[in-house]
């Protein structure tokens, strides 16, 4: 028993002789040690100033002033970091030699300056050997770096404030008031972090895993979660990354506003339109290579309205990304980028909107899209099954239509937006099997038409909103349909007894071609065959003023060898309420036309009979009446001439 005694005052003494040597070690050596561990582990200059203080409870430290590390050589930028105040938790050993262990790290007001040279090298990059001042390895010595002797059990970084420069690009990106917490107990093990971004007051917290810290300095693949959450909504993403870069996993995404999430992070402001990005849902699997090639596959988007599946690949290397894509869309709807101006009052009579057409995304990437959707709203024109491959250059987007079905027919041609130098919207189309009467109703607010139609159309719009372009078009194109009907008007009614007050008119045949100029539609030849009558047309349709002034002019054929009735019909006023009224005075022209030629030819001729009476005067074969008064009166006065010299010799 007393030597268990004798062992516990033994224990005893050297517990006391070791915080006794602690309590005694002057703060400004602990302070030493870890600048000369950090240094040589990391390869650059660490000094420490200021009052140093050495604690005990409840881990073994120091608490230093000021604390700078030295940058790149190749950087004149000043320290890659440094602080107001730090405090450094170590184990004891430390003390005695060693690779350093930090139990525990707290900067206070760091600055952390990251740099990435012209050649692309980088200055956090720790502990490199055999590299020159150019970035090149010295003589035939390949360039290594050293494994870094370091662990964190935690390090709590507040009030961060970390700038990246890009000075090949001239890039400057700043991170301000971010608080970081790291725990990285074991080098090649875990490493876990939460990072708090106050970038526009609201935070937005980073947090995740690095699944093998010692492999991923080393330049390794290893894995890595991490989630991105904000105001707004969340990014996430699980699966495999390297430093070069190299990513390959699952991006996931849930975002209730868009915009609140992207303000969050002083990204600028954005107002993303319901439908288009205002909130998404969805993910894709995500590749990117060294090369900065992006690949997406199984992708699924909810854009709150709008939903898209498909895959994508994008060259990040350019000036601007180049996209190869193939999206699918189920009901997809654009109304809220056409049709008429709400703010007017959203009658039909209101106008095109003149909200303005924002096409400056037309410059974000160049490349190809293929879309296949199901439907497509675009508010005045509804679409179906539609197909088509957009060519995107410059500011410039050409779709070719492959397969757009629409009002029962078949649309086939191209659509182009170019923005290169303000925006313009042109194209040429075909259409086959349109029904008139739902295309009409939907594009003009005419309900009053039904055929079935085929036609073609070229034409050209200028302007920054849909009521510029509509009032700036110009172009040609010509229609022709089969059988039809006119709601409204009985034109063998209106041509028999005057009647406008309504009914139908079925037509067999009907063919026209228009002009298009400054938003006005110009037809001169439309030519209707019906049962009972023909009729013709000529006038214009303002596309831009949404009204028409139109001649319809139906003549009643009675028989092969008879004379017809011919009854125009004026159309004039809005879209929407068009007045349809008799044109008299027209009627009157046309019907009264060959009445009028037979009275002024009985008068003619009746005059004629006078003339030859009272002046006995017949003209001559092939003579006009006048020629055979000239010459009569000639003679006259011939005679009286000689008449006269006769007597003046006599």
């Known amino acids: 028993m007393r030597w268990v005694f004798r062992l516990i005052g033994l224990v005893v003494v050297i517990v006391a002789i070791v915080l006794g040597a602690l309590f005694f070690l002057p703060g400004d050596r602990i302070a030493k040690i870890a600048a000369e561990q950090i240094s040589k582990a990391t390869g650059r200059q660490v000094t420490m100033s200021g009052e140093t203080k050495i604690s005990f409870y409840p881990v073994l430290g120091v608490a230093t002033g000021a604390v700078e590390v030295a940058n790149a ?53 720790l502990g490199v050997e055999g590299v020159a001042p150019s970035g090149q390895s010295e003589g035939d010595t390949p360039a290594t770096a050293n494994r870094l002797s370091l662990t964190l059990d935690r390090a709590l970084i507040k009030g961060a404030y970390l700038t990246y420069t890009d000075h090949g690009t001239g890039e400057v990106q700043a991170i301000r008031d971010m608080d970081f917490d790291l725990r990285w107990p074991d080098y090649d093990g875990r490493a876990t972090f939460d990072v708090v971004l106050r970038q526009a007051g609201d935070p937005v917290t980073v947090s995740g895993h690095l699944e093998q810290v010692g492999a991923f300095i080393d330049g390794a ?157 675009l508010g ?82 200028v302007g920054q909103s849909v009521h510029a372009i509509m009032n700036s078009l110009s172009g040609k194109g010509a229609m022709r349909t089969g059988r039809g009907v006119i709601s409204g008007i009985d034109l063998d009614r209106l041509m028999r007894a005057g009647d406008v007050s309504g009914g139908t008119t079925v037509f067999d045949t009907l063919s026209a071609s228009f002009t298009m100029d400054k938003g006005h539609l110009y037809n001169r030849d439309l030519a209707m065959k019906l049962p009972l009558a023909r009729a013709e047309g000529t006038g214009r349709v303002g596309l831009g003023a949404r009204d028409i002034d139109y001649l319809f002019t139906p003549v009643l054929l009675e028989g092969e060898n008879s004379r017809g009735l011919a009854i125009p019909v004026r159309i004039e006023g809005p879209w929407a309420s068009p007045r349809i009224k008799p044109d008299l005075e027209k009627a009157l022209d046309l019907n009264l036309k060959a009445e009028r030629e037979k009275l002024e030819q009985k008068a003619e001729e009746r005059l004629e009979r006078e003339v030859q009476k009272r002046l006995k005067v017949t003209p001559k074969e092939g003579q006009s009446l006048e020629d055979a008064v000239n010459e009569k009166i000639e003679d006259k006065i011939e005679d009286k001439a000689k008449d006269v010299l006769r007597k003046l010799f006599e």
């Open 73 to 125: 050589d190749w950087s004149d930028a000043g320290p890659i970091f440094t602080a107001d105040s730090l405090k450094i938790g170590v184990e004891p050993a430390a003390l005695f030699g060693g690779d350093i262990r930090i139990t525990g790290l707290e900067a206070v007001g760091p600055q952390i300056r990251l740099e990435r040279a012209a050649d692309g090298r980088v200055n956090w990059e």
């Open 221 to 377: 693949v290893t894995d890595v979660v991490a989630n991105i959450e904000g105001p707004g909504g969340r990014l996430g993403f699980d699966g495999r990354a390297g430093l070069q870069p190299q990513v390959q996993g699952r991006f996931d995404i849930d975002m209730s506003d868009t915009s609140a999430f992207v303000a969050a992070l002083d990204l600028g402001a954005v107002d993303l339109p319901q439908g288009f990005g205002a909130g998404v849902r969805g993910g894709a699997d995500v590749t990117l290579t060294q090369e900065m090639r992006l690949s997406l596959r199984d992708m699924t988007l909810d854009l709150g309205g709008n939903a898209l599946s498909g895959a994508a690949d994008i060259e990040l290397a350019g000036d601007v990304p180049r996209v190869n894509a193939q999206l699918d869309a189920g009901a997809l709807d654009l109304s809220q980028f056409a049709g008429a101006d709400g703010e007017a009052g959203g009658g039909a009579d209101s106008g095109w909107s003149r909200t303005p057409i924002d096409a400056s995304g037309l410059a974000l990437a160049n490349g190809e899209v293929a879309l296949v959707a199901d439907s497509i709203d």
């Open 380 to 461: 005045d024109l509804k679409l179906g099954t539609t197909r088509t491959l957009m060519t995107l250059d410059r500011s410039r987007a050409v779709f070719s239509l492959r397969e757009l079905r629409a009002y029962d027919g078949l649309i086939t041609g191209e659509f182009v937006a170019n923005n290169r130098a303000g925006l313009s919207v042109g194209g040429n189309m075909n259409a086959e099997g349109i029904n008139l009467e739902r295309f009409l109703a939907d594009a003009m607010d005419i309900t009053r038409f039904a055929a079935s139609a085929n036609g073609e159309v070229e034409f050209l719009g």
